[in-house]
């Protein structure tokens, strides 16, 4: 039996989830990537709640604008709104994704918002 795209990223997903675990101080960042937009949101894992959501469906965001650059306008935005709740450091989960592209893009926005990871 083939294992789909899907499959394979779920597979992944569970194994870095075995070691990345976000807590209040530290919250874990998990992307989210569809076809179309990003999201991405703070989790205190040990509590079960988000802190700080993003998303590129955002009405800050430019719609003009590629999905990699909407991706890093989502990471800037995101950094920008967990500064003013007073965290600037987490834990990335890149949720399966390969660390390339719009995964990068929203990670190097949200380093260039201050984010420490």
């Known amino acids: 039996m083939k294992i789909t795209g899907k499959e394979r990223r779920k597979k992944i997903h569970y194994r870095i989830r075995k070691k990345v675990k976000g807590t209040l101080q530290r919250p874990r960042l998990s992307v989210f990537r569809s076809n179309k937009y990003i999201y991405c949101q703070a989790i205190d894992d040990v509590n079960g709640v988000t802190l700080v959501a993003a998303s590129s469906v955002d009405a800050e965001i430019d719609k003009s604008l590629n999905k990699t650059e909407q991706a890093k306008m989502v990471g800037q935005l995101f950094g920008k709104r967990a500064?003013?709740?007073?965290?600037?450091?987490?834990?990335?989960?890149?949720?399966?994704?390969?660390?390339?592209?719009?995964?990068?893009?929203?990670?190097?926005?949200?380093?260039?918002?201050?984010?420490?990871?």
């Open 83 to 117: 500064l003013e709740r007073n965290f600037d450091r987490v834990v990335f989960d890149r949720n399966g994704y390969l660390y390339h592209g719009r995964v990068k893009a929203l990670a190097d926005g949200a380093r260039e918002a201050g984010m420490n990871f």
